[in-house]
């Protein structure tokens, strides 16, 4: 069972997409097909993109100010966040996870209910100034050793084609997050709606928008995004994995 929880949706004035040539120019509002989002955009051979759980005795993050005041402990800054996969009741992670204190669990490849097992799923990773998305299958047929990895699902682009299963007269509407990467590897685009949105919605605004070759969902209802240049630190119910981005 998924934790959930409704997010209130938040209008927000529209911006272009770019890849920020300097350091904390990285998030900004885009409105695609009158639907307002948040887009944070990163370089994987520049900033310092990682995945985070838990902190070792002192137990898991939970929450973005836990995780930004252990980094602030450490003379580092968190300077945007966002959750980071599907978690169960007890926070643990649906599937693969590799954060900063290690490996749990195991990529998941079991047929089951919700959206995590809307086939393809997918696992994100960083490796070696490099990011990638994968499907689950071909993420373990590639044998990977990524510094960070966190898998979720479904797909939402594959190989620039939207996932098939994804309905374009879909009428399920909720807040969602995810993450695109480019052909390349370089750029890394992180979206959040900022209202109630349809899967289909929300894989062509990756597909049609940001343009890249694959995307992956990563939660919707418990979406939240920390980006503090945006005046944006939002609160809710406990999470599982936080993706974040951190400056020294």
């Given at each position: 069972?998924?934790?959930?929880?409704?997010?209130?949706?938040?209008?927000?004035?529209?911006?272009?997409?770019?890849?920020?040539?300097?350091?904390?120019?990285?998030?900004?509002?885009?409105?695609?097909?009158?639907?307002?989002?948040?887009?944070?955009?990163?370089?994987?051979?520049?900033?310092?993109?990682?995945?985070?759980?838990?902190?070792?005795?002192?137990?898991?993050?939970?929450?973005?100010?836990?995780?930004?005041?252990?980094?602030?402990a450490r003379g580092e800054t968190l300077v945007f966040a966002m959750n980071g996969g599907m978690y169960h009741e007890d926070r643990q992670p649906v599937g693969y996870l590799r954060a900063e204190d290690g490996d749990r669990a195991s990529v998941n490849t079991n047929e089951g209910p919700g959206n995590f097992h809307m086939k393809p799923n997918g696992v994100f990773w960083l490796e070696d100034?490099?990011?990638?998305?994968?499907?689950?299958?071909?993420?373990?047929?590639?044998?990977?050793?990524?510094?960070?990895?966190?898998?979720?699902?479904?797909?939402?682009?594959?190989?620039?084609?939207?996932?098939?299963?994804?309905?374009?007269?879909?009428?399920?509407?909720?807040?969602?997050?995810?993450?695109?990467?480019?052909?390349?590897?370089?750029?890394?685009?992180?979206?959040?709606?900022?209202?109630?949105?349809?899967?289909?919605?929300?894989?062509?605004?990756?597909?049609?928008?940001?343009?890249?070759?694959?995307?992956?969902?990563?939660?919707?209802?418990?979406?939240?995004?920390?980006?503090?240049?945006?005046?944006?630190?939002?609160?809710?119910?406990?999470?599982?994995?936080?993706?974040?981005?951190?400056?020294?």
């Amino acid at each position: 069972m998924f934790i959930a929880l409704l997010a209130a949706a938040v209008a927000l004035p529209a911006c272009d997409v770019a890849l920020p040539e300097e350091s904390g120019d990285y998030c900004r509002s885009v409105t695609f097909r009158s639907l307002p989002y948040t887009v944070c955009t990163f370089r994987a051979d520049r900033d310092d993109i990682r995945l985070f759980y838990a902190d070792g005795e002192a137990g898991q993050y939970l929450q973005f100010n836990t995780l930004a005041d252990t980094l602030e402990a450490r003379g580092e800054t968190l300077v945007f966040a966002m959750n980071g996969g599907m978690y169960h009741e007890d926070r643990q992670p649906v599937g693969y996870l590799r954060a900063e204190d290690g490996d749990r669990a195991s990529v998941n490849t079991n047929e089951g209910p919700g959206n995590f097992h809307m086939k393809p799923n997918g696992v994100f990773w960083l490796e070696d100034g490099r990011a990638g998305i994968s499907v689950s299958e071909a993420y373990l047929e590639d044998d990977r050793d990524p510094e960070y990895a966190t898998q979720s699902g479904p797909m939402l682009v594959i190989d620039g084609e939207i996932h098939p299963a994804l309905n374009p007269d879909g009428t399920s509407r909720k807040r969602r997050n995810g993450v695109g990467v480019s052909a390349d590897g370089r750029t890394v685009h992180f979206a959040i709606s900022d209202t109630l949105v349809t899967f289909h919605d929300f894989a062509s605004l990756f597909r049609e928008r940001l343009e890249v070759p694959d995307a992956l969902f990563l939660d919707g209802q418990v979406s939240r995004i920390y980006a503090p240049a945006m005046s944006r630190d939002e609160q809710g119910a406990d999470m599982g994995p936080i993706v974040g981005v951190v400056e020294r």
